[in-house]
């Protein structure tokens, strides 16, 4: 591949080869379905090639593993979820804005979106959320938070609505605004993390002291990722949990 980054003639000829077009491509009349095909490759050529430049600057990586992460995408069929939406105008676009932020209600019950559903259990059979124990609740909502499956999530926002009953909604929605450089980092290894192990105990000095509607907490996770590597991280967070009612729920995350 060139300097610039932008792959050979013949490199994209074998890269669009493998295209899986959309249906909504695929069952365009016949006079403009040419034109159709052509936009939408347009389109993924741009983006794709924005996604690897974005990946390179937050984690460098070879030409070659940036070839191998495009490829991948593309056979995968999720080149089409993630570049198609852009293509379909403004009405099918606010939809996807809709379902990835209207989770954060703040309700026991974890939401039942689909993303949510194919990495964890479903909205009707999961258990309602603990809320009484401060410790329980910073365990559980660093445990779904760092428990990331890039290929099925789509994007980060699914970790936030797997962990959105553990935490208070505007720390839901901040996270959900927000990239997190973590789960950049792990898309460009190719990974898939799980958690095999949460500690919580008392933060150190340096933070505010306990009072019965505050507390704050430090986590350290034990997070075991399978990727182009295997390797294993142990991120340690500082979480300040408050009381409404009788329900403890994290407000605000420091180190992420």
Not at 95 to 103: E, I, K, L
Not at 145 to 158: F, M, Q, S, V
Not at 177 to 200: F, I, Y
């Amino acid at each position: 591949m060139a300097d610039n980054d932008e792959p050979t003639p013949q490199e994209w000829r074998e890269i669009l080869a493998s295209f899986d077009y959309p249906e909504e491509v695929k069952n365009a009349p016949r006079r403009s379905r040419g034109r159709a095909k052509r936009e939408y490759r347009e389109e993924a050529r741009r983006q794709t090639k924005e996604w690897v430049r974005e990946q390179r600057r937050r984690d460098p990586i070879r030409p070659a593993g940036a070839a191998i992460i495009i490829a991948l995408i593309l056979a995968l069929g999720l080149g089409a979820r993630w570049l198609w939406p852009g293509l379909l105008g403004g009405d099918h676009a606010e939809g996807s804005r809709v379902t990835a932020t209207a989770s954060p209600t703040g309700d026991d019950k974890p939401p039942s979106s689909p993303s949510s559903s194919s990495t964890g259990p479903s909205a009707s059979s999961a258990p309602a959320a603990d809320l009484r124990d401060p410790k329980r609740v910073a365990e559980e909502a660093v445990r779904l938070y760092l428990t990331r499956n890039p290929p099925e999530d789509g994007t980060h926002k699914a970790a936030v609505r797997r962990a959105a009953p553990y935490m208070a909604p505007p720390l839901v929605e901040n996270l959900t605004e927000h990239q997190d450089p973590a789960w950049d980092r792990l898309v460009s290894r190719g990974g898939v993390s799980t958690v095999s192990a949460v500690k919580v105990e008392a933060a150190g000095t340096d933070l505010p002291a306990d009072t019965p509607l505050r507390v704050w907490r430090k986590v350290t996770a034990t997070v075991n990722v399978k990727g182009y590597t295997d390797y294993q991280e142990t991120p340690v967070l500082q979480l300040e949990l408050m009381l409404s009612g009788d329900e403890w729920r994290v407000s605000r995350i420091l180190g992420l």
